[in-house]
């Protein structure tokens, strides 16, 4: 929980967002007390602190959203465990992977109002459709796209490419 994971963005998404979007949110560090206090203010913002695997794989099952408005990441890996899961990804461009539309919606302002309508463009699908065949959607696609099965044969054939040269 700090400025270069965009945690001041969340805080402004959280606190501008309609009461019906529900947070959780999850980890630690140096804006925990902010997280903490946002929690106490905002019935629809639940803090849960560093959890368990367990304990996530829960919170995965019940989302439908991840919210990634970092500013800097390598290749974040809770993007695949949310994949996995078949959630969609609201991302900063900084972050960006490119994956499809239905899956991923990227902010290219880094606003809370631009992620507040990407957010609520997810909800108009949700609402309007038969959003576990999206989620099935997401998962098929991370499924044949980004298991290991696939990614690690790919590796693996650039790895012994490069040592052939």
């Known amino acids: 929980l700090n400025l270069r994971k965009g945690v001041d963005i969340l805080i402004d998404i959280i606190k ?3 009461d019906y979007f529900h947070f959780d949110i999850t980890s630690d560090g140096p804006l925990k007390s902010q997280i903490q206090k946002l929690a106490l ?4 913002c639940h803090y849960h602190g560093y959890v368990s695997s367990a304990k996530i794989q829960n919170l995965y099952k019940q989302a439908d959203v991840l919210i990634l408005p970092s500013r800097g990441e390598g290749f974040p890996l809770v993007i695949l465990d949310a994949l996995s899961h078949g959630l969609c990804i609201v991302d900063s461009s900084d972050i960006r992977l490119g994956l499809p539309k239905y899956i991923e919606y990227t902010s290219k302002s880094c606003d809370a109002d631009e992620y507040i309508g ?7 699908i949700k609402r309007t459709c ?3 065949e999206v989620k099935k959607r997401i998962f098929k696609y991370c499924n044949n796209k980004l298991s290991e099965k696939v990614v690690f044969p790919k ?4 790895l012994f490419a490069v040592e052939k040269n």
């Open 41 to 44: 203010s905002y019935p629809s």
């Open 155 to 158: 590796l693996r054939d650039q």
């Open 130 to 132: 038969d959003f576990g």
């Open 118 to 124: 990407l957010l609520t463009e997810v909800y108009k």
């Open 16 to 18: 501008k967002s309609p």
